[in-house]
């Protein structure tokens, strides 16, 4: 039996194969989109092959005239040029959220430095690692603790509220640990009973030994 295509049906399409020259256009055109904050092209161009992981390459001249050649991990890039919206239409489309600059600091680190508690959130929502280090060796909780150390209380609030989101994102150490339940004080075995009342504003603990006697009672006042 021979099927024929009718003309509402299509041929499936094959993905697009992209030379070096045009796989350098479509990256330029992505990296615009992230620049201008426009997410539908965003996701249109890793749609037609732009590559999630490319870098924004930028030159300029140097104070004694060479010219400097900065490379910027898109995701990084993304942030300096932050929108929400942009920024989960490139993780959904591959791009790697721990991608780090030459100096070693991810996106995160920066939001976290900048005390961006917005991007933070959303950077540990879509799968940052709270716990990444930059090339000196510092992680998001030095520079989040440093921001918490300033004379500024706003500045310093939301750095105590970054320092909060990564604690809660980190993976616990201590299986079962619950800081509200704490050890009960052993109480002297002599004592077999004990009510405590306050008197003052101080605990008074009343202590009976045994059943009091006939014409009197057992027992001390503490306070």
Do not use: W
Request: with cysteine; hydrophobic share 35%; aromatic share 4%.
């Amino acid at each position: 039996m021979t099927l024929k295509m009718t003309t509402s049906q299509t041929p499936p399409s094959t993905p697009a194969t992209l030379d070096a020259a045009q796989q350098k256009a479509m990256n330029e055109v992505l990296l615009d989109a992230v620049k201008k904050k426009n997410a539908a092209r965003v996701a249109s161009c890793l749609e037609h092959g732009a590559q999630p992981d490319c870098t924004h390459v930028h030159t300029r001249s140097g104070y004694d005239g060479r010219r400097l050649t900065t490379k910027t991990p898109i995701a990084i890039y993304a942030y300096e040029n932050y929108s929400a919206e942009v920024m989960e239409t490139l993780v959904r489309g591959g791009m790697p959220i721990d991608a780090k600059s030459g100096k070693g600091e991810t996106a995160l680190n920066r939001a976290v430095r900048d005390r961006n508690v917005g991007a933070v959130k959303q950077l540990l929502e879509l799968g940052a690692s709270p716990m990444a280090a930059s090339s000196d060796g510092k992680t998001t909780l030095d520079y989040a603790r440093a921001g918490s150390n300033v004379t500024d209380s706003g500045n310093a609030a939301r750095s105590e509220k970054i320092i909060d989101m990564l604690l809660g994102a980190m993976p616990v150490a201590r299986e079962g640990f619950n800081a509200a339940a704490r050890p009960e004080t052993p109480r002297d075995p002599a004592l077999e009973t004990a009510d405590e009342l306050v008197v003052r504003g101080k605990p008074l603990i009343v202590t009976r030994k045994g059943a009091p006697k006939p014409g009197g009672c057992t027992g001390g006042f503490k306070l």
